[in-house]
């Protein structure tokens, strides 16, 4: 195993001045910060038509893909669209599945334009689960995004806390063994009740 960890973000906007995109930027940094290799996947750099299971795989996806699966830690992030993310960030997700994600750490990020981001999180949790990845339990939340970050800066404190932590634990997380197993409570109980017996 490579002792230097492997943290990608994938911005799922088009948008050419995306507060998601320089949010991600911002948490690659403090992963840079704490050793990591570091790589920004912009699904505008991509040439990926809608996903057809019925059509070749394009190269650009084979890629993009290979990148995903390589990574030790993925941190998605997505724009907040109608209460959930966005459909470039969707059809990535489409095409990626549990190759590219089992047991790899991934971490959330959404922009919102307004108050409202936890139905987007909530969904890009979900479908993390869905591919068996292991999703960090800190999550960063932008409201009113463009309040927040101003030319390229992450101008509220607190939001740039919050971004770089997410950063941070990318790298603190990146080879957990999501592996999790708790003691045999029934054979516990059936032991207690035979002692109980004697």
Same mark, same amino acid.
């Given at each position: 195993?490579?002792?230097? $960890?492997?943290?990608?973000? %994938?911005?799922?906007?088009?948008? @050419?001045? !995306? *507060? #998601?995109?320089?949010?991600?930027?911002? =948490?690659?940094?403090?992963? =840079?910060?704490?050793?990591?290799?570091?790589? %920004? %996947?912009?699904?505008?750099?991509?040439? %990926? $038509?809608?996903?057809? &299971?019925?059509? @070749?795989?394009?190269?650009?996806?084979?890629?993009?893909?290979?990148?995903?699966?390589?990574?030790?830690?993925?941190?998605?992030? !997505? $724009?907040? *669209?109608?209460?959930?993310?966005? =459909?470039?960030?969707?059809?990535?997700?489409?095409?990626?599945?549990?190759?590219?994600?089992?047991?790899?750490?991934?971490?959330?990020? +959404?922009?919102?334009?307004?108050? !409202?981001? +936890?139905? #987007?999180?909530?969904?890009?949790?979900?479908?993390?689960?869905?591919?068996?990845?292991?999703?960090? $339990?800190?999550?960063?939340? /932008?409201?009113?995004?463009?309040?927040?970050?101003?030319?390229?800066?992450?101008?509220?404190? @607190? /939001?740039?806390?919050?971004?770089?932590?997410?950063?941070?634990?990318?790298?603190?997380?990146?080879?957990? @063994? &999501?592996?999790? !197993?708790? &003691?045999?409570?029934?054979?516990?109980?059936?032991?207690?009740? +035979?002692?109980?017996?004697?």
């Amino acid at each position: 195993m490579n002792d230097t $960890p492997i943290v990608v973000a %994938l911005s799922g906007s088009m948008r @050419d001045a !995306s *507060y #998601t995109r320089i949010a991600l930027g911002h =948490a690659l940094d403090a992963a =840079a910060a704490r050793g990591a290799e570091t790589e %920004l %996947l912009d699904v505008r750099e991509y040439d %990926l $038509p809608v996903f057809d &299971p019925d059509e @070749d795989e394009p190269p650009a996806a084979t890629e993009l893909k290979r990148k995903i699966r390589e990574a030790d830690v993925v941190l998605w992030g !997505s $724009p907040v *669209y109608h209460g959930s993310y966005s =459909a470039a960030f969707r059809n990535v997700h489409d095409y990626a599945g549990f190759d590219e994600y089992e047991d790899t750490t991934v971490g959330l990020l +959404a922009s919102a334009g307004g108050g !409202s981001f +936890a139905s #987007t999180l909530d969904h890009m949790r979900i479908t993390a689960r869905g591919v068996h990845a292991w999703v960090l $339990p800190h999550q960063v939340g /932008i409201r009113n995004a463009r309040d927040k970050i101003e030319n390229g800066e992450i101008v509220d404190d @607190d /939001i740039g806390e919050r971004v770089r932590k997410l950063g941070e634990q990318a790298v603190k997380y990146a080879f957990i @063994d &999501p592996e999790v !197993s708790a &003691p045999d409570a029934g054979v516990d109980r059936q032991e207690s009740e +035979a002692d109980a017996d004697d």
